[in-house]
Structure formats: structure tokens, C-alpha cells
């Protein structure tokens, strides 16, 4: 299946952003609408932290467990997950770009290691489903670090 890519651009600089979302629990505050029951473990951010979470579906419970795999600070870090009783493997990529005004272009995209065969024949309404659900984290976590710059 084909990567899905979604984008975001904030006036926070790259470094503030990287701080960020590199702590990998405060990424359930902005995918809380699809990824639910968080627990944390290892450590709180950078390579090796891990969380287990919830995918929000109809039907069965599908737990998702998630380990950062890669870190380049300030300009990505790299998640992989493993899902639906081990046949989806994703690997998650955020990767920030200064803007000339000093803020940030925040890309991320999720691309498919292995999926579900019915998945890979639904693979369009998979895709959109999942291009929304990230494009309205992002929106979310560009209205997080917004509320963080009014608070300081």
C-alpha cells in the first residue's frame, strides 16, 4: 500500500516542535480521537519509548503496540507499530522543516510494512480513513502548541 502523508505548518520553531512531540505520551493528546487507553512504557521520549494503545474501530478491540525506533533531533523521529493481531506493521515518520518565518512544516507519514489482506484490497478507503484521522492530529497538535505559546 501506498504511504499516506499529511502536513501541517506552525509558527513554533523546530526545535519547541521537536521538543515536543519527541515525548511519545504527549502525542496521545492529539490522537486521542482515534487512539485510546494510552500506557506508557521504557523511556518517556527518544529511541526505545513505547506506548500500547487502542485503535478506535467498530467491532473488535484492536490493540496497537508502538516503540520509537529512530530519532534525528530537531528533524524527525521514526515509529514503527505492530497491530491487528500482528499482520499490520507501520512505521510512523515525522519530520519537521524550518519555515522562513521561523516556523515549522510538520510532515508525517505512515506507511505500510505489512497489512491485513482485506485491508491491501480496500487499500483506497483504508488510506482515506487513516489520511483523515492523521490531518486532524496534526491540526490538533498545531492547536496544542499554539495554546502552550499563549500560556508562556
Same mark, same amino acid.
Given at each position: %500500500?501506498?504511504?499516506?502523508?499529511?502536513?501541517?505548518?506552525?509558527?513554533?520553531?523546530?526545535?519547541q516542535?521537536?521538543e515536543y512531540? @519527541?515525548?511519545?505520551?504527549?502525542?496521545?493528546?492529539?490522537? @486521542? /480521537?482515534?487512539? $485510546?487507553?494510552?500506557?506508557?512504557?521504557g523511556?518517556?521520549? +527518544?529511541?526505545?519509548?513505547?506506548?500500547? %494503545?487502542?485503535?478506535?474501530?467498530?467491532?473488535? @478491540? @484492536?490493540?496497537?503496540? %508502538?516503540?520509537?525506533?529512530?530519532?534525528?533531533? &530537531?528533524?524527525?523521529?521514526?515509529? *514503527?507499530?505492530? !497491530?491487528?493481531?500482528?499482520?499490520?506493521?507501520?512505521?510512523?515518520?515525522?519530520?519537521?522543516?524550518?519555515?522562513?518565518?521561523? +516556523?515549522? /512544516?510538520?510532515?508525517?507519514?505512515?506507511?505500510w510494512?505489512?497489512?491485513?489482506? %482485506? *485491508?491491501?484490497?480496500? !487499500? &483506497? $478507503?483504508?488510506?482515506?480513513?487513516?489520511?483523515?484521522?492523521? =490531518?486532524?492530529?496534526l491540526?490538533?497538535? =498545531?492547536?496544542?502548541l499554539?495554546?502552550? =505559546? +499563549?500560556?508562556?
Open positions: %500500500m501506498k504511504p499516506v502523508t499529511v502536513s501541517v505548518d506552525v509558527p513554533q520553531p523546530r526545535e516542535v521537536y512531540i @519527541d515525548v511519545l505520551g504527549n502525542h496521545e493528546g492529539f490522537t @486521542d /480521537h482515534f487512539l $485510546l487507553d494510552w500506557e506508557l512504557s523511556p518517556a521520549s +527518544g529511541v526505545g519509548a513505547k506506548a500500547r %494503545m487502542r485503535v478506535k474501530t467498530p467491532g473488535r @478491540d @484492536d490493540w496497537l503496540d %508502538m516503540e520509537v525506533i529512530e530519532a534525528d533531533p &530537531p528533524r524527525s523521529t521514526t515509529e *514503527e507499530s505492530v !497491530s491487528a493481531k500482528g499482520r499490520r506493521r507501520t512505521r510512523g515518520t515525522y519530520r519537521l522543516e524550518p519555515l522562513p518565518d521561523g +516556523g515549522t /512544516h510538520i510532515i508525517f507519514e505512515l506507511a510494512i505489512e497489512a491485513p489482506p %482485506m *485491508e491491501r484490497i480496500a !487499500s &483506497p $478507503l483504508t488510506r482515506s480513513t487513516v489520511r483523515r484521522a492523521n =490531518a486532524k492530529a491540526q490538533r497538535l =498545531a492547536d496544542t499554539a495554546e502552550q =505559546a +499563549g500560556g508562556r
